[in-house]
């Protein structure tokens, strides 16, 4: 089970009535209670700030033992008593829990010192209740954990809770005794749960939505469940509600402010500036280089370290090469069972092991106040997630150190996450079909129509990634209201027996348990049910089928598992009908993913800037955040810029030319032409649900041009798929200076153009000289006429202006193609990569400088012989 997972099949079709009501029915759910329970925004009866702030202090002394509030938390936590929306924007570990925990538990002590307007029509039914909507599960146990201890009634609804578990909060939510209830985004799918909470005695005080900058589609981790969450808030009309983020640039805060209403005098915002943190950038070669850095660093830095890394290969390996000099270091990532990732963890936390090498899984909620280093190995994503993972050093104030190596190696990877996230528009197009083009899968008891979509299928037949595929189908239903999701189903349901199986559900006289005994197939160990079968066969509701098991599970007489899970999404409007109409949508929807591809290649390319810049970086890094530093200081005084007084310096590295043969390479190993995006993943080695479905990824050209520029291979396939069949397909050139742009070349002919080649070829350079040329035009055919095995032609074609003809000249044993790169001026011509040479195959590397000035074309030619 994932963190995320919400086990909303475990509330599956439950109406809020019986959800609220464990042995006695609740006393009405009519809409016209509503407004009793509901009065909107009817529980001010204003107080001044001090006596705001002194209900507050005194929970937050009585119930935290804290002696004053930190940052901006008192002025949040005003902003909430008095009934306004607020976000609050603190650094990690600044104390963004307490804005919402305070008046989850003040709204009683108000209610019942009279100080609220409601207390007088709503103490027969409590309170009402505080929900946090928080993205991790194990966060959401330890606040409530920590909360129980100090004998606040907290809860969390999440998918380890067993049926009687959360029947048991259901209750103590319905007599008032719960404050505050934590759960994911995930579960405001389940309808069950969403109309429930319509309807919880004394209302819902207050919604907290942490890691807020989750709604933003301009934030760092966009997540599309947090888009129904500004639905929630004003379907359950909750009085009001506190967003919370460590990271929200100006931008995103703009979003969360409008998806909540909330008022710029009520957004409380504390800079990230942590003076203790010294924040070093060092330029690194390649990725070779770093380790011996990294030794340096260890030695001279001592104290609890974290080593952040991309890859959980990665995070092993040098864990394990760190172990090997006999430093204590452990790894940490999320393809790790939940036990080691608790040990190593613990050991962390208890100080026995000293250092962490973890993917971007590790940090979150862990609360050490000692961390002395974070060393970045590779570059973060995007400048928040580094000033999160940077947060997390010195949190008891004193010095700490935080390094990161950049290294243009690491950013193939970096562009590789992002890129693989757009589909092409016409995946996009053909999912679109797929999904509104069919008849509805199912009715709903109401009558309504229901779709069924196996996400997992539809992105591997369109080529979709999960996420992606995930806020298409947020944005079908929150942009152009077409479907509503409801809560998933799983198509199989698989059950192992236990001891107690032949006594006890065999002798279960509930219609229910007699469906599931004589309708499940046995395997060998284990049985497999159709729940949707059942429930026709038996006339049984289908979630009464599913609860029964769920109850069996509980009491350990079988143990369920589930597969197959099936989302659903109950129509609302008239869906589109024609390719023509869903291509409207699809225009829409891949003009906004395009926009946020290239948005998400500024966010990477935004750390390099500020960490190369000619400025103070921890000041960047504040502004970036919408802030200054403190009392106007000018600059940090410790981070490089500051130290050294000269910005980092990234090596250069040379654009390299257009691979020709590599790209003949793929277009002869795939014979997809309707996809350039897709060949052009392949090329740069970037997986996706096509690729790997047709075991391309496990091929010797998957990522065989990992070092050239996306763009650029974006283009050659593109052209390559427009005129396919033709022999010129493989090398058209696809380059900034067009023919057209080499028309504007001066038309004044040059005394001579000479082609020199030189090379270590045993028959001698050889140099040629063309007279009465006015231009060169590019026009490479291909190695089509190659007249011996392993060499190939290069063809110019001069064309003499006075008569227009054409005239070749071919280079035997010369490579050929090529490519323009008009700033350098720079030729590039690579076609085949062997050469042979005295019967003995050599690999060759072939480049051609154009010297337009001098009207030169040097062509290189180099091959790596076998000293023997
Ligand atoms: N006013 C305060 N005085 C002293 N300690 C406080 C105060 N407010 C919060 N803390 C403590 O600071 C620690 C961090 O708080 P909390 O977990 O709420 O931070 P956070 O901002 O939510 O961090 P993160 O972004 O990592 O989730 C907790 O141990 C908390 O009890």
């Known amino acids: 089970m994932s963190d995320y997972g919400s086990g909303d099949d475990l509330l599956d079709d439950v109406d809020p009535d019986e959800l609220l009501s464990t042995g006695s029915k609740r006393v009405n759910v009519n809409p016209a209670h509503d407004s009793v329970q509901h009065p909107s925004k009817r529980v001010k009866k204003t107080l001044t700030y001090e006596q705001y702030d002194d209900i507050s202090r005194s929970i937050l002394k009585r119930d935290f033992g804290y002696d004053d509030f930190r940052y901006e938390q008192a002025a949040a936590i005003r902003a909430i008593l008095r009934g306004d929306n607020a976000l609050a924007v603190f650094p990690t570990g600044a104390g963004k829990s307490l804005c919402y925990q305070i008046p989850g538990i003040a709204f009683e002590e108000l209610d019942a010192a009279g100080l609220t307007e409601r207390q007088s029509k709503t103490s027969a039914i409590g309170s009402g209740i505080t929900i946090v909507v928080s993205p991790l599960i194990a966060l959401m146990k330890d606040q409530v954990d920590a909360l129980q201890r100090r004998g606040i009634p907290a809860a969390c609804l999440d998918s380890t809770k067993t049926y009687d578990e959360q029947k048991s909060i259901n209750a103590s939510i319905r007599e008032g005794r719960l404050r505050i209830l934590y759960c994911a985004p995930e579960r405001l799918n389940n309808e069950g749960f969403v109309e429930s909470m319509k309807f919880v005695p004394g209302g819902i005080r207050l919604v907290a939505v942490d890691e807020a900058h989750c709604i933003s589609e301009w934030g760092h981790s966009f997540r599309p469940d947090y888009l129904k969450v500004a639905r929630f808030v004003s379907e359950i009309k909750a009085e009001r509600v506190i967003c919370l983020t460590a990271t929200a640039t100006p931008r995103v805060a703009e979003d969360v402010r409008r998806a909540f209403d909330i008022r710029e005098s009520n957004v409380f915002r504390t800079s990230p500036y942590r003076p203790n943190l010294q924040l070093h950038a060092e330029a690194v070669k390649t990725s070779d280089d770093k380790f011996p850095r990294l030794l340096k660093f260890l030695k001279d830095h001592s104290g609890p370290t974290l080593v952040y890394v991309t890859a959980q290969k990665q995070a092993e390996g040098l864990a394990r090469d760190l172990s090997k000099l006999g430093h204590v270091a452990a790894c940490f990532h999320a393809g790790l069972s939940t036990e080691q990732k608790t040990k190593t963890q613990d050991a962390f936390m208890a100080g026995s092991v000293r250092i962490v090498v973890a993917t971007i899984a590790f940090g979150m909620g862990i609360d050490k106040a000692d961390i002395r280093n974070i060393l970045h190995y590779d570059i973060s994503n995007t400048v928040e997630e580094y000033s999160q993972q940077v947060g997390r050093a010195g949190r008891d104030g004193k010095p700490s150190f935080c390094t990161l190596y950049i290294c243009r190696d690491d950013f193939w990877m970096r562009e590789n996450f992002v890129r693989g996230d757009l589909p092409s528009r016409q995946s996009l197009q053909n999912l679109l079909e797929d999904i509104f083009l069919h008849e509805p899968t199912a009715k709903l008891p109401d009558g309504g129509d229901v779709i069924k979509l196996n996400q997992l299928a539809l992105g591997k037949k369109h080529d979709v990634r999960a996420s992606p595929l995930s806020i298409i189908l947020a944005t079908i239903e929150l942009r152009f209201g077409l479907i509503r999701a409801i809560t998933p189903e799983y198509s199989t349901y698989q059950f192992e027996t236990g001891p107690g199986y032949d006594t006890q559900v065999k002798h279960d006289k509930s219609p229910e348990a007699k469906a ?189 041009m990992q070092n050239h520029e996306f763009e650029s291979l974006l283009k050659e396939f593109t052209k390559a798929c427009e005129s396919e069949g033709s022999a010129i397909t493989l090398f058209h050139l696809t380059t900034s200076a067009t023919p057209a742009n080499i028309n504007l070349l ?32 590019y026009e490479v055919s291909a190695a089509v006429a190659s007249p011996q095995p392993n060499t190939t032609q290069l063809v110019f074609e001069l064309v003499n202006e006075s008569t227009d003809i054409s005239t070749g000249c071919a280079c035997q044993n010369v490579m050929s193609g090529g490519d323009w790169v008009d700033d350098s001026h720079t030729w590039y011509a690579c076609v085949d990569r062997t050469i042979t040479v005295g019967g003995t195959k050599y690999p060759v590397k072939t480049s051609a400088l154009i010297d337009w000035d001098r009207w030169r074309l040097t062509v290189n030619q180099t091959w790596v012989c076998d000293e023997r």
């Open 516 to 704: 599931i005994v004589s309708h499940n197939k046995k395997g060998r160990k284990w049985h497999t049910i159709d729940v949707n079968a059942v429930a026709n066969d038996t006339m049984q509701p289908r979630a009464d089928i599913i609860r029964k098991l769920n109850e069996f599970n509980d009491k350990g007489l079988i143990r369920v598992k589930t597969s197959g899970v099936l989302s659903r999404y109950k129509i609302l409007k008239t869906l589109p009908s024609t390719p023509k109409q869903v291509g409207a949508i699809t225009d829409k929807l891949h003009a906004e993913m395009e926009d946020r591809e290239t948005d998400a290649m500024k966010r990477f390319q935004t750390l390099c800037d500020l960490l190369t810049d000619t400025q103070c970086f921890a000041r960047e890094l504040t502004r970036y955040f919408g802030t200054e530093l403190p009392n106007g200081k000018p600059n940090c005084g410790h981070c490089t810029y500051c130290l050294t007084g000269k910005p980092v310096v990234l090596p250069p590295k040379p654009k390299p030319p257009v691979d020709l043969i590599a790209i003949r390479d793929i277009l002869s190993c795939c014979d997809v032409r309707d996809d350039p995006r897709f060949l052009a993943r392949i090329a740069f080695g970037i997986k996706s649900p096509r690729i790997t479905a047709l075991k391309l990824d496990k091929t010797e050209v998957f990522g065989a």
């Open 746 to 777: 001066p038309r004044t002919p040059p005394p001579s153009v000479s082609l020199q080649q030189s090379c270590s070829d045993p028959s001698g350079p050889r140099s040629f000289a063309f007279r009465e040329i006015t231009y060169l035009r």
